[in-house]
Nanobody, 122 residues
Framework: VQLVESGGGLVQAGGSLRLSCAAS????????MGWYRQSPVKQRELVAT????????NYADSVKGRFTIFGDNAKNTTYPQMNSLKPGGTAVYYC????????????????WGQGTQVAVSS
């Protein structure tokens, strides 16, 4: 499975960005997609997840109410809509997919994208 993220960029605080992550290859087995962010001053944080089928979502408290993740199963793509961005949201955003049961550990079928940079200016 290959993942390609896009949509990052520079935005002012309070602004919005919409990222995307498209999965290709042997996607028949994947069951969920998650988005992480990591900056040089913070440890990696899982910010949003979405499961296939019913599309249930979960968010980190740090982004709840500001981020919404959408999924398009037909395109194997997810789109986190990030509103009211804060300077603390400056990070590289990564998507992850595979056969995921526990976001806190690696799995046999577990794939990461290359990341897309988001910079939020104050």
């Amino acid at each position: 499975v290959q993942l390609v993220e896009s949509g990052g960029g520079l935005v002012q605080a309070g602004g919005s960005l919409r990222l995307s992550c498209a999965a290709s290859g042997s996607t028949f087995s994947i069951n969920a997609m998650g988005w992480y962010r990591q900056s040089p001053v913070k440890q990696r944080e899982l910010v949003a997840t979405i499961f296939g089928g019913g599309g249930s979502t979960n968010y980190a408290d740090s982004v709840k109410g500001r981020f919404t993740i959408f999924g398009d199963n037909a395109k194997n793509t997810t789109y986190p809509q990030m509103n009211s961005l804060k300077p603390g949201g400056t990070a590289v955003y990564y998507c992850r997919t595979g056969v995921i049961k526990d976001w806190g550990r690696p799995h046999q079928y577990d794939y990461w994208g290359q990341g897309t940079q988001v910079a939020v200016s104050s």
